[in-house]
T-cell receptor, first 120, second 115 residues
């Protein structure tokens, strides 16, 4: 069974602070994918990043960076110099790769989410 | 390119009624997945449809069902509504290729309230 744990329920920071959101996952699969999504108050989930289990390189995109460590089953997300617009609920998710004929499908297992509030 | 659209955006029903929610995926996307989001259970996978066939199903009772049409649009139905069915129902579409994974793009959701 797959499981994603986001131990931080709520985080509150002051603008320009750096903040790291933790994500720990469990899976029996050797091939899997990890994701981060952002959910602003409007409710729509916004895709941020995808990582597959064979690629442990860290990634940086602007103020966002991700640290994937297979040895500890963690996929942490850091926002540098946070801004008020970063306030949202952030979800980490895991997907196994289901091979069905010539197409692949999957379903996402989400963590509980971390409510990030950035205060001015 | 238009994103994933869901209708209606808000819905109020009473216990025992049934409801149908609609999802139109991004043009060209063939897979549609449905998720339920509640404060208590978080985001949970309901089912996935691909080429009008249900390929994957979460752990929900049979009151929850869905279907996909030839144009990839999808509907989900909940019969005999219970108070606990109050939730945000999110639809996601993806463009599936051979042995590759594609991101799921989510719609704005339908907020269902059961009274």
């Amino acid at each position: 069974a797959q499981k994603v744990t986001q131990a931080q329920t709520e985080i509150s920071v002051v603008e320009k602070e750096d903040v790291t959101l933790d994500c720990v996952y469990e899976t029996r699969d050797t091939t899997y994918y990890l994701f981060w999504y952002k959910q602003p108050p409007s409710g729509e989930l916004v895709f941020l990043i995808r990582r597959n289990s064979f690629d442990e390189q860290n990634e940086i995109s602007g103020r966002y960076s991700w640290n994937f460590q297979k040895s500890t089953s963690s996929f942490n997300f850091t926002i540098t110099a946070s801004q008020v617009v970063d306030s949202a609920v952030y979800f980490c998710a895991l997907s196994e790769a289901l091979q069905i004929q010539e197409t692949s499908g999957s379903r996402l297992t989400f963590g509980e989410g971390t409510q990030l509030t950035v205060n001015p | 390119k238009a994103g994933v659209t869901q209708t209606p955006r808000y819905l109020i029903k009473t216990r025992g009624q049934q409801v149908t929610l609609s999802c139109s995926p991004i043009s060209g996307h063939r897979s549609v997945s449905w998720y339920q989001q509640t404060p208590g259970q978080g985001l949970q996978f309901l089912f996935e449809y691909f080429s009008e066939t249900q390929r994957n199903k979460g752990n929900f009772p049979g009151r929850f069902s869905g279907r996909q049409f030839s144009n990839s649009r999808s509907e989900m139905n909940v019969s005999t509504l219970e108070l606990g069915d109050s939730a945000l129902y999110l639809c996601a579409s993806s463009l599936l290729g051979s042995y590759s994974y594609n991101e799921q793009f989510f719609g704005p959701g339908t907020r269902l309230t059961v009274l």
